[in-house]
């Protein structure tokens, strides 16, 4: 059999694969009543000219209500040793802002969590169906960062897991 005779990846499969594909955490925010809150790995940058990020999220899930009428997000890094807040709001059932109590209402009053190590607020621009996910196109506004030199929380095989040690720079 050659692999173009190959049957498809069923999701099980697709998702098996992916695992092997480290991702950085972020978690994002939308206003709301009550305010939204998701754990994401799917976080880009899109274009300089003009800025742009990407972020996925389920059209299933809890926060999809309210990020598919925001007007604003707010996306926030996390570092290694933040594995908590990741964990917090990747948890279905619970209000996740109150498991978080560390925020506080920013630009746009776009819920912004405290102790990231860097945090951007959005415009959002557009959203585009993609399967069971949406892709969300925004436009930084505002952003902020803490320090230079902490390393991120990374996201692979399945649990959070941070770099060791770092390669040299890039020329």
């Not at 098996?16 to 978690?27: E, H, K, M, S």
């Not at 206003?31 to 996925?56: D, H, K, N, Q, W």
């Not at 802002?97 to 607020?121: E, H, K, N």
């Not at 505002?142 to 692979?156: I, N, Q, R």
Request: with cysteine; glycine share 8%; hydrophobic share 45%.
């Amino acid at each position: 059999m050659t692999i173009s005779e190959s049957p498809r990846l069923d999701s099980a499969r697709f998702r098996t694969l992916l695992r092997r594909q480290a991702a950085t955490v972020t978690v994002v925010t939308a206003a709301g009543e009550p305010p939204a809150g998701f754990t994401a790995t799917s976080f880009t940058s899109v274009s300089l000219r003009p800025p742009l990020v990407s972020f996925c999220l389920d059209r299933g899930s809890s926060s999809w209500p309210t990020v598919a009428s925001a007007g604003h997000v707010a996306v926030h890094l996390l570092g290694a040793g933040q594995h908590e807040i990741a964990r917090i709001f990747a948890t279905s059932g619970i209000d996740r802002f109150a498991a978080y109590p560390q925020w506080r209402l920013g630009p746009y009053g776009v819920p912004l969590l405290d102790g990231t190590i860097a945090w951007l607020v959005c415009r959002t621009v557009d959203r585009v169906v993609a399967g069971d996910h949406a892709i969300v196109l925004a436009e930084p506004l505002v952003g902020h960062h803490h320090a230079e030199d902490v390393t991120p929380l990374l996201y692979h095989m399945g649990r959070y897991a941070s770099l060791t040690s770092a390669l040299p720079t890039a020329s």
